[in-house]
C-alpha cells in the first residue's frame, strides 16, 4: 500500500445528505497540506460525464439498505465521517488499478482474502497480524507457483456490512430485524442489538483506520520483507503437511536470496523490505460510502475512500438501481458478483455502464455459481464478453455457491470449494481466456467453521470452535491448501503457454 503524500495529492470533502431528508450543500472544500488554486472545470467520473455527485444515487431505487428510526441521527454520524480523513488515498487506486490490468492478461494473479464480515468484539492487533502474514504466506506459494507478481486484497478494514435474505429473523416465536453486520446493528437476539444505529457507522470508520494504520506499518516496516519469509509461519501450523509444504517453498526462497546477495544485489532495495497491500469490501451501505467519497484534485476525479476496491454484490447488481449508480461515478477499480441467474446480454449492458472507456484494470466480475453451474454459465458469459471485446478480469468466488446447513450450522465443504475453482481454471483454459483470481472468506485463526481438507473437519466439529458472525471461513490450513492447489494449475498453464510458445 502506498501512502501518497506527493505535494498534488489532495482530496475534497462534501457534506452527506440522507436518504429521506433534504441534501445539504456540496460545495466541495479542498483539503491538502499544499495550498492550491481551485480548478473550475467540472470534476468529472471515469466515464467523462460531469453530472455525477455522491448523491446521484439518492435519485435510485435502492434496497438492503438500514431502516433507522432516527433519520438526523444518520445525518450527524455520517457529517462526522464526511469530516474525517480519507482510510484511503486516489493514488494508491490507481496503482491497482494497474496491478489488476496485468491480471487481466495473465501477467498478475489477484489474491481476495479474508473475513465474511469484520466484527467490533474480535477485533485485535494479533488477528489482523494473523490475517495478515497468512495472505503473505499464500501470495509466496502463488507467486513460487504462478511465476507472476501476486495483487494481494484483504476484506479488511471495511467489510462490516453484509446483505440478508429477509429483513427480520425468527426464534422461537419471536421476530426480530436480521443482523446486517456489526456496522448496522448487533448479533445477540435481542430488541436492543437488533436495533439499527447510525453510530455504528463512526465506530466502524474508526476501528478501520485503526486497522489500516498497523497494515501500512507491516507492509512497510520491515514485517513483510521478503527475508523474513520463514518467519511467517502460524503457531498452530507448523505441525500440518500445509505448514511443512510453506517451509519449503520458504526454505527455497532464502536459499535464492543468499544467492542474489553473493551476485551483488542490494537487500535494501525496497521490493525486499517492502509489499504493496490493499484492501476491499462489498459496496453496501451507500450513506457511509457517500460520506467518504473525495475528490482528488490531482484528477479532478471523485474517489471512493472507504477502500481501494469495492464491489457489488449479487442483491444489488440491478442496472437501474442506486448501487450501480454509486459504483458507476467513482474512480476506484470495482468488481460485480454475478452467479448463473446473469444472462450473458445483461453481463455486456452492466460492464458497459461501470466501465465505457473500456479501462483495463478498472472492473472485475467476481463469478460465484457452484462448480457444476459455472461449468454450465460461465462460458456463456466469457464468450459474450469476448465479443464486446470489453476487458474485465475474471475472478472465482468459491464461496457463495457452496453454502449449505449442517447440523445447524451454516458451513461450506473444502471439496465443494476446491471443485469451483478448478471448474473456474477449467473453462478458462477451454476457452483460451485468463483467470485472473480467487476470491475467499477466510481467517488466520484456528477456526472449524467449513468441513474437510486436510484439517480433516468433520461435522461433529463444527462446534467446537465455531467463532463467525456470519458465513462459515476457510481456517489457516485449509486456506493454505487452496494456495497450493491454485499455484499447481498456475505452474500448469504458465507451462502449456510456454508449450504453445515453442511449438
Excluded at 440522507?18 to 491538502?32: F, T
Excluded at 489477484?110 to 473475513?115: M, N, Q
Excluded at 542490494?266 to 450513506?287: A, G, I, K, S
Amino acid at each position: 500500500m502506498k501512502l501518497q503524500t506527493s505535494q498534488g495529492q489532495a482530496l475534497r470533502t462534501s457534506r452527506p445528505a440522507v436518504r429521506g431528508l433534504p441534501a445539504l450543500s456540496r460545495r466541495p472544500v479542498r483539503v491538502s497540506a499544499i495550498a492550491a488554486p481551485e480548478k473550475q472545470s467540472a470534476p468529472a467520473s471515469l466515464n467523462g460525464t460531469s453530472n455525477w455527485q455522491p448523491t446521484s444515487w439518492r435519485s435510485k431505487p435502492v434496497v438492503q439498505q438500514p431502516e433507522y428510526l432516527d433519520k438526523q441521527e444518520v445525518l450527524k454520524a455520517c457529517e462526522e465521517i464526511a469530516r474525517m480523513p480519507p482510510l484511503i488515498f486516489a493514488g494508491e487506486c490507481r496503482t491497482l488499478q494497474s496491478r489488476l490490468a496485468k491480471a487481466s492478461t495473465g501477467d498478475a494473479f489477484v489474491l481476495f482474502g479474508g473475513d465474511c464480515a469484520e466484527a467490533f468484539s474480535q477485533f485485535s492487533a494479533n488477528r489482523i497480524r494473523d490475517l495478515y502474514r497468512l495472505l503473505l504466506q499464500m501470495s509466496i506459494v502463488l507467486a513460487f507457483g504462478g511465476g507472476v507478481p501476486i495483487v494481494k486484497l484483504g476484506r479488511i478494514a471495511g467489510q462490516f456490512a453484509k446483505p440478508r435474505s429477509a429483513p427480520t429473523e425468527t426464534i422461537g416465536g419471536v421476530t426480530l430485524p436480521a443482523y446486517r453486520g456489526d456496522i448496522i446493528n448487533g448479533p445477540e437476539f435481542t430488541d436492543e442489538a437488533r436495533r439499527c444505529d447510525p453510530w455504528r457507522l463512526v465506530r466502524a470508520y474508526n476501528q478501520s483506520a485503526a486497522t489500516l494504520n498497523l497494515l501500512r506499518g507491516f507492509s512497510y516496516g520491515g514485517y513483510a520483507g521478503l527475508s523474513r519469509v520463514s518467519q511467517w509461519e502460524l503457531e498452530f501450523m507448523k505441525n500440518t503437511p500445509e505448514g511443512h509444504a510453506y517451509m519449503d517453498i520458504a526454505k527455497r526462497v532464502d536459499e535464492a536470496i543468499q544467492f542474489m546477495i553473493a551476485c551483488g544485489m542490494d537487500t535494501n532495495m525496497p521490493f525486499m523490505r517492502e509489499t504493496e497491500f490493499y484492501t476491499c469490501h462489498e459496496c453496501l451501505l451507500l450513506d457511509y460510502e457517500e460520506a467518504l467519497t473525495r475528490l482528488d484534485s490531482t484528477t479532478d476525479k471523485w474517489y471512493g475512500c472507504s477502500a481501494h476496491f469495492l464491489w457489488c454484490g449479487e442483491r444489488t447488481r440491478q442496472l437501474d438501481h442506486a448501487h450501480v449508480e454509486f459504483l458507476r461515478g467513482v474512480n476506484n477499480p470495482i468488481g460485480v458478483k454475478v452467479s448463473d441467474k446473469m444472462d450473458p446480454n445483461d453481463i455486456v449492458s452492466l460492464i458497459a455502464s461501470v466501465n465505457p472507456s473500456n479501462t483495463p484494470g478498472r472492473l472485475s466480475i467476481i463469478v460465484r455459481m457452484g462448480a457444476k453451474a459455472l461449468r454450465a454459465k460461465l462460458p456463456a458469459l466469457i464468450e459474450a464478453v469476448n465479443r464486446s471485446g470489453q476487458v474485465v478480469t475474471w475472478v472465482c468466488d468459491p464461496m457463495h455457491g457452496n453454502t449449505e446447513t449442517v447440523s445447524g450450522f451454516k458451513t461450506r465443504r473444502y471439496e465443494n470449494i476446491r471443485s469451483e475453482i478448478e471448474a473456474f481454471f477449467d473453462v478458462h483454459e477451454k476457452m483460451g481466456t485468463v483467470p485472473g483470481g480467487v476470491h475467499l472468506e477466510m481467517t488466520g485463526d484456528n477456526v472449524t467453521e467449513c468441513i474437510g481438507g486436510g484439517a480433516s473437519i468433520s461435522e461433529d466439529d463444527l462446534n467446537s470452535r465455531y467463532h463467525t458472525h456470519c458465513d462459515p471461513r476457510l481456517n489457516a490450513e485449509q486456506s493454505l491448501e487452496i494456495a497450493f492447489y491454485v499455484a499447481q494449475r498456475l505452474r500448469q498453464r504458465r507451462e502449456n503457454l510456454a508449450a504453445k510458445t515453442t511449438a
